[in-house]
């Protein structure tokens, strides 16, 4: 059956439902999302898709390891960049972590994100080992994500 979803969103914009049902809220009701990694999967992909759906989703802060690639994107994004995935995650704004790093930063990214209390979208493969999908969930469980 054929799902019934605004072209180019790929898989966020089922997200959107559960994000509010969690209970958490801000003044203009869009999920404020932040991004790890803006290569190709989070700027081409990722932000891309987001900037569609401005009147569910903003992008609040960035991080990525290049200087020039943070830079230019916050200022595209007219976001936060901040210098460390700490940071990031430390954001009180950032509802949302779309993790979009190198393959093998994943699950390392998203475990601190969902220990921070933030909901997750990971870039496949979130992980390629069973007990740290098993920890991934115990997280996301323990900490209502």
């Known amino acids: 059956m054929k799902q019934n979803r605004p072209a180019g969103v790929g ?4 997200r959107v439902g559960r994000v509010r049902l969690c209970g958490m809220s801000n003044t203009d ?10 290569g190709r999967s989070g700027w081409g992909i990722h932000a891309d898709a987001i900037r569609k759906m401005p009147e ?3 992008v609040v ?3 990525d390891p290049l200087a020039d690639r943070l830079k230019e994107s916050a200022a595209a994004l007219e976001c936060r960049a901040h210098g460390s995935v700490g940071e990031l995650l430390a954001d ?3 509802e949302l972590v779309v993790v979009a790093s190198p393959n093998p930063l994943h699950f390392e990214h998203a475990l601190a994100a ?3 209390g933030k909901h997750v979208l990971c870039e496949k493969p979130f992980t390629t080992r069973v007990a740290e999908v098993d920890r991934l969930i115990e997280a ?6």
């Open 61 to 63: 802060a960035v991080h």
């Open 114 to 116: 969902l220990e921070g």
């Open 140 to 145: 996301a469980t323990r900490n209502r994500r």
């Open 92 to 94: 009180r704004d950032v």
């Open 11 to 14: 898989g966020i914009a089922c």
């Open 56 to 58: 569910r989703f903003r």
């Open 29 to 38: 009701n869009r999920v404020r999302v932040g991004i790890i990694g803006l």
